[in-house]
């Protein structure tokens, strides 16, 4: 296939400092596919933040964060365009487009929309209900062809999919069928509840490692990490766990196999073993964390970065998006 006409596109909503999840998760994986394709967009997601409340001052220190952490990582400017959702009106120009085009039954079965609906006492806001097509318009816009996603955002890209094809069926062969890029790093669980995938907004301080986190605090949540009564290291999700979440990690983060960190495990214990993988991830983190605490000292660089990733994304999409509105009739 063509590496030149492949396009990637993915974004990350602005929720301040990312963690360790989303850093083996998505962030690494953006890394390394900047290298391999000519065309890549990454985007603040700053309009699908607004679904769930935020302060306006609260946001705005959010998406400079999430800038300087992504960067911190590797993001590099010159070889992607990063930019800001919002400083690109086509996005939302063309979700209305697209929104007239899905029916509404199929957004209710999503399960992020019963989900976060029960969290904001079954009221959820209509901006919850649409954000899957608002995501449709930031793929469709660039004519993206493939999209990294996590396994909980499957079927939102099926949706995607099927937004192109209905939108090509009614107006001619115009978006190509976006393709999902599966991460390869298995669902990072929380330290303390391994049957659940680690999150920000756990009120278990200890289940959660971010990627600013001192080498101290880092050790301390390994230490504590729950694993189970047997002390020897295997990897087995089903029957244990907690110790086959830290076998995923050490492996994510050193970038061997899960049969190469097995074997470098023989003869550690659990409580032993725990701190093989505290000091890998304090070795992968330490630089990451000096850079952020570097770009945040400089507010300005990071916006002009978004502003200037915005106006590429802009040049990309104005020619599209002026297509799609000669389609549709609108000139």
């Known amino acids: 296939q063509n590496m030149v006409m492949d396009r990637i596109f993915s974004g990350i909503q602005p929720t ?51 800038t300087a952490a992504i960067l911190a990582c590797g993001i ?5 365009f990063l930019f800001r959702q919002s400083l690109v009106p086509e996005h939302t120009e063309l979700a209305w487009i697209l929104g007239c085009l899905t029916n509404v039954p199929r957004l209710l079965r999503l399960p992020q929309w019963k989900m976060k609906c029960t969290g904001q006492n079954n009221d959820g806001n209509v901006g919850l209900l649409t954000y899957p097509v608002l995501q449709a318009a930031d793929i469709l816009l660039y004519k993206s062809t493939h999209v990294p996603v996590g396994e909980d955002q499957v079927l939102h890209l099926e949706l995607a999919q099927d937004i192109a094809q ?45 990627i600013v986190d001192s080498p101290e605090e880092i050790v301390l949540k390994f230490r504590k ?3 189970d009564f047997t002390s020897e290291v295997t990897y087995d999700p089903s029957s244990r766990p907690g110790v086959s979440n830290l076998v995923s990690i050490h492996a994510a983060v050193t970038g061997l196999s899960i049969e190469e960190v097995l ?13 093989v993988v505290a000091e890998s991830v304090i070795q992968k983190f330490t630089p990451i964390r000096n850079e952020i605490k570097k770009l945040q000292e400089d507010k300005t660089y990071l916006i002009k970065v978004l502003e200037a990733g915005a106006e590429k994304a802009k040049e990309l999409a104005t020619p599209i998006y002026q297509e799609i509105r000669r389609l549709v009739g609108f000139q």
Not at 20 to 43: F, T
């Open 166 to 210: 209905h939108f090509n069926k009614k107006y001619g062969e115009f978006f190509p069928v976006p393709k999902a890029i599966l991460s390869t790093t298995k669902k990072i669980k929380s330290l303390r509840d391994p049957a659940v995938k680690m999150s920000k907004s756990d009120p278990q301080k200890l289940a959660t490692v971010n």
């Open 263 to 275: 074997h470098q495990a023989i003869g550690l214990d659990t409580a032993r073993y725990k701190m």
């Open 16 to 66: 301040g400092m990312p963690h360790l999840g989303n850093y083996l998760g998505a962030i690494q994986n953006w890394v390394n596919l900047q290298e391999k394709y000519n065309s890549v967009l990454y985007s603040i997601m700053d309009l699908h933040s607004l679904t769930m409340p935020k302060e306006p001052t609260v946001l705005r220190q959010n998406i400079l964060d999430t």
């Open 225 to 227: 990490a729950v694993t």
């Open 76 to 80: 590099d400017p010159r070889k992607c």
